[in-house]
């Protein structure tokens, strides 16, 4: 059976080409937020294509990726052969070993949710230095047109292949707290919830 963890490395340039991306201003928030700067020590957690990398990257700072997709990696270091200041290691987070308060900010877009909470958490706390940030972010897909023929013919297909009785809800608050909730259980201060609103059009 396929790890569900690994999904994305089976298919990697059509996963590049068609995942939403991040928009600009969360970056901006998350790089102010941080204070970080050229040299400041970064973690991204679960590289995949890159789609959140460019940013830091271009601020300067030195970024440690790890990817547990083999392809993914290849992809990722092929992708920004060009920057010097990246550095992506094949290995689960879980399965990494850096030293204790080393990074100035760990983040990881739309990946850490495949790490046991009781595992992400607290190895994120270690690794990081006193006053350094923790940012997780997450694209959460909704269609503005549910009733659509084109939605309603894939919303069958998924219920073909992922059965779920589960309904979408385009602003989960209850998630978003709990998220929040279970942070703040690790010793994280000052946590900080923000959505971020773009319109994407097939």
Known sequence: MLNNRLAFNENVLNYDKWRPTYCSEMFKDI??????????????????????????LEVGCDVT???????????????????SNLSVEQVA?????????SIDLLYSATAFHW????IGYSKAASLLK??????LFWNRPFVSRPDDDVHQAIRRIYQTYRPTTEQLVEHDTEKYE?????????????????????????
Do not use: W
Not at 77 to 82: D, G, L
Not at 93 to 101: K, M, Q, T, V
Not at 130 to 135: M, S
């Open 93 to 101: 987070f879980e399965d990494a070993s850096y030293p204790a308060e």
């Open 31 to 56: 790089l102010a937020f941080s204070q970080i700067d050229k040299g400041s020590k970064v973690m991204e957690v679960g590289i995949g294509t890159g789609q959140a990398t460019r940013p830091f």
């Open 178 to 202: 709990a998220r929040v909730q279970a942070i703040e259980a690790y010793g994280f201060k000052d946590v900080t919830c923000k959505l971020y609103h773009r319109t994407r059009v097939f």
């Open 115 to 118: 790490i046991p909470e009781d």
């Open 130 to 135: 006193p006053n350094g940030t923790l940012a």
């Open 65 to 83: 990726a790890v990817e547990i997709g083999a392809d993914l990696a290849e992809y990722a270091r092929a992708k920004y052969r060009e920057y």
